[in-house]
Every structure is written in structure tokens, then in C-alpha cells.
């Protein structure tokens, strides 16, 4: 069982900048690839951004590659997600996951979720 609390959400102008964070406890931190999605209002959910086990590799949609970065620390049991030059389509419900198995590039099939972290950017 792994549990994921995510913080760092709030409002912000556009153009400002956010850091997400992601708390892991429970089994071992660097068994679990490690994703961010998105969820709008009335929208499905989206991948935002994934890193491997190692943190060797980094995914990133389109919609924010150049301005997200993703980022862990096996140490700490943390996952980040650093958003700047943020923009009002940025708005969502962001969520950490956790996959054992695959780089969670997807919203399904991921074993563990945390409640989420709600990001506004304001115009």
C-alpha cells in the first residue's frame, strides 16, 4: 500500500509560477514510476507529466513541455512538479500517481492516487 498526498496548489497570475509536491509513504518509494494529471471542470483527466523509477527519465505532455518540469527524491519519498509560466488552461485538480509496473503516461492502471491539489490561475 502506498499513500500520496500531494500540497502546494493555490492561486496564482498567469504567467507566475507553482511547485507542486507529492508525500509518498508506505512501501519502498523507488519501486513506483511516478505521474502528474490534470482534471478541469467537466474535462477527463490528463496526463501532465511522468519520471521513471531512477528519475533518469522524464515525459511531459505537449500542452506543458518547456514549462513544467518533474522532478523526485527516492531519499525523501517526494515526487515535484514545478509549473511556470502558468496559464488560465492550467486550472485543474492536480493529482500524483503511482505505478509499480509502467511510466504512468496514462490515467488508467495506475495502483495508487493521491486526493489532489487544486491550481487556479487567474488571468
Known amino acids: 500500500q502506498v499513500q500520496l498526498v500531494e500540497s502546494g496548489g493555490g492561486l496564482v497570475q498567469a504567467g507566475g509560477s507553482l511547485r507542486l509536491s507529492c508525500a509518498a509513504s508506505g512501501r519502498i518509494f523507488s519501486r513506483y514510476a511516478m505521474g502528474w494529471f490534470r482534471q478541469a471542470p467537466g474535462k477527463a483527466r490528463e496526463f501532465v507529466a511522468a519520471?521513471?523509477?531512477?528519475?533518469?527519465?522524464?515525459y511531459y505532455a505537449d500542452s506543458v513541455k518547456g514549462r513544467f518540469t518533474i522532478s523526485r527524491d527516492n531519499a525523501k519519498n517526494m515526487v515535484y512538479l514545478q509549473m511556470n509560466s502558468l496559464k488560465p488552461e492550467d486550472t485543474a485538480v492536480y493529482y500524483c500517481?503511482?505505478?509499480?509496473?509502467?511510466?504512468?503516461?496514462?490515467?488508467?492502471?495506475?495502483?495508487?492516487w493521491g486526493q489532489g491539489t487544486q491550481v487556479t490561475v487567474s488571468s
Open positions: 519520471i521513471s523509477w531512477s528519475g533518469d527519465n522524464t
Open positions: 500517481a503511482a505505478n509499480p509496473t509502467r511510466i504512468p503516461r496514462t490515467s488508467v492502471g495506475n495502483d495508487y
